[in-house]
Structure formats: structure tokens, C-alpha cells
T-cell receptor, first 114, second 113 residues
Framework: DQQVKQNSPSLSVQEGRISILNCDYTNSMFDYFLWYKKYPAEGPTFLISISSIKDKNEDGRFTVFLNKSAKHLSLHIVPSQPGDSAVYFCAAIITTEGASKLTFGTGTRLQVTL | DVKVTQSSRYLVKRTGEKVFLECVQDMDHENMFWYRQDPGLGLRLIYFSYDVKMKEKGDIPEGYSVSREKKERFSLILESASTNQTSMYLC????????????FGNGTRLTVT
């Protein structure tokens, strides 16, 4: 039972354009969401997060949007750069459960082309 | 900067062998985690620990056990390795507060032949 889903396994975007990565979840108890970025042969690194009490969080070129009623979040990268090429995982937590036990999606491979 | 160190980048083991994957973190984090990453399946939680000598099963604990004798070290044990345990194994740590981002090691790619 996949509680966090990333339905696009891959995405190709031209340098300078916007990249939009999508994520859906089914468990309404999730109250905190994170995006991680992973390069080959490295561990995932934290990118940006959002609490369920917000609908938007921005950090430089990265913005995460949360639509609680649709149980959907998205990561926008503007402008996209070749160094953004990586696998992106969304993840969700029920913070009241305490130990930051993340449930991850299956990942989307982003390729930013020149 | 948080450092999570996994002792091996690559391991090749035979079916039936006992395998130990070691992980050490240097930030005095309470929580430590073991995930495996497989194509099309994302990251799945095997076990986690929120304190020394404490452990909790994750989503796929079958065939694995863990040990946390010291706060900084969290070991994953494959009691009798099988080919379906060939995977990338990722260790992570986080402070005690719920919602804190996880800090990951660089992973161990285990091949069981």
C-alpha cells in the first residue's frame, strides 16, 4: 500500500524553464512534508519542507505547494539548472508519532537539458 | 555539518551469509534509521531506533535485525542473506523532534549472489 505516490518516474526540462514535480498522498494523518534530492552514489539530501498548516513554502529557486484537500503537493524549481538533474523524493511524516519516521514516494528522475 | 558514515560503499556476499552493515553519526542524534532503496519502490523503512537499545520495526523488517548499543552507532544485520536482499541500503539520523529532516549516509550497495 503506497501511501505516498510520485506518478511520474521521469521528467525532462530545458535549462532555464520551470520544473514541476508532483506527489500525492493518501493518509490524511500526514502533517509534514519534505522533498529530498538524490545524486547517484550519494545519500538523499534534504531540500525543502512544508507543514500542513501552510500551503506554500519558498526557498530560493525552490517552492513547495501543498493542497490538503486534494492530498497533493508539488515542487517547483525556477529556473532549472543542469545541476538540478537528480532523483527527487517526496516524503511525509506524522509528527505526533515522534521519531521523524518518513514515508517516501518512489521518486522522479529530473533531467535538465542544455 | 552532520556526518553519517556507512562503513562500506560496496559489499558482495553469498546466499546464507550473515551480513553486518554499520552506520555511525557524529551529531548526537537520538533517532537512527535504516532504509533500502530499490528501483520503482523508492525508499522503504526497515528498522529505526529512537534511543540506545531501543528499536522499532519499519515497513519491511522481515529478514533483518538491528543493534544500537551506543547512541552514535546503528547496525543492520542480515541473519542469512538472500538474493532478494540485494539493494542499496541507506542509514539516516535525526534529532528527537518530530518533523526534523533526516540526514543520510552515502549508502551501501549490497549484492547477494
Amino acid at each position: 500500500d503506497q501511501q505516498v505516490k510520485q506518478n511520474s518516474p521521469s521528467l525532462s526540462v530545458q535549462e532555464g524553464r520551470i520544473s514541476i514535480l508532483n506527489c500525492d498522498y493518501t493518509n490524511s494523518m500526514f502533517d509534514y512534508f519534505l522533498w529530498y534530492k538524490k545524486y547517484p552514489a550519494e545519500g538523499p539530501t534534504f531540500l525543502i519542507s512544508i507543514s500542513s498548516i501552510k500551503d506554500k513554502n519558498e526557498d530560493g529557486r525552490f517552492t513547495v505547494f501543498l493542497n490538503k484537500s486534494a492530498k497533493h503537493l508539488s515542487l517547483h524549481i525556477v529556473p532549472s539548472q543542469p545541476g538540478d538533474s537528480a532523483v527527487y523524493f517526496c516524503a511525509a511524516i506524522i509528527t505526533t508519532e515522534g521519531a521523524s519516521k518518513l514515508t517516501f514516494g518512489t521518486g522522479t528522475r529530473l533531467q535538465v537539458t542544455l | 555539518d552532520v556526518k553519517v558514515t556507512q562503513s562500506s560503499r560496496y559489499l558482495v556476499k553469498r546466499t546464507g551469509e550473515k551480513v553486518f552493515l554499520e552506520c555511525v553519526q557524529d551529531m548526537d542524534h537520538e533517532n537512527m534509521f535504516w532504509y533500502r532503496q530499490d528501483p520503482g519502490l523508492g525508499l522503504r523503512l526497515i528498522y529505526f531506533s529512537y534511543d540506545v537499545k531501543m528499536k522499532e520495526k519499519g515497513d519491511i523488517p522481515e529478514g533483518y535485525s538491528v543493534s544500537r548499543e551506543k547512541k552514535e552507532r546503528f547496525s543492520l544485520i542480515l541473519e542469512s542473506a538472500s538474493t532478494n536482499q540485494t539493494s542499496m541500503y541507506l542509514c539516516a539520523s535525526s534529532p528527537g523532534q518530530g518533523g526534523s529532516p533526516l540526514h543520510f549516509g552515502n549508502g551501501t550497495r549490497l549484492t547477494v549472489t
